[in-house]
């Protein structure tokens, strides 16, 4: 996502009371927008996740920004694969992947109940 705003007034609960900060942001502005990352924070609920951008996070001195860093690099070494890899292998890791969403999805399941405190 590229736009301006970052920080509290990203979260879930002030968009839906506030409206979208970001609503007007033109992605194709490169000069007025940069690219902003879905920050789940350390300690808190994924409602508290905030749309941040890497200044923002420097800004604020996070610990995690290696974190960060690696998912860049992964994201840009995906991209140059798929830009020299097959259709068919692109298609074959994008099933893979979806396989594999598949299976975490799972895990949320429950299979039996053992106990229950009334």
């Not at 992605?27 to 690219?35: F, H, S, V």
């Amino acid at each position: 996502m590229f736009c301006l705003v970052t920080g509290n007034t990203t979260t879930i609960y002030a968009v839906e009371e506030n409206g979208d900060p970001n609503k007007d942001c033109d992605p194709e502005d490169l000069e007025n927008t940069e690219m902003q990352y879905l920050i789940k924070w350390k300690g808190w609920s994924h409602i508290h996740n905030t749309w941040e951008s890497e200044r923002s996070l420097k800004d604020q001195k996070v610990k995690g920004l290696k974190k960060l860093e690696n998912f860049i690099k992964r994201e840009e070494e995906l991209a140059a694969w798929k830009q020299h890899a097959s259709p068919e292998d692109i298609e074959y890791f994008e099933c893979q992947l979806e396989l594999q969403n598949e299976l975490l999805k799972s895990y949320n399941y429950v299979e039996r109940i053992i106990g229950m405190v009334s």
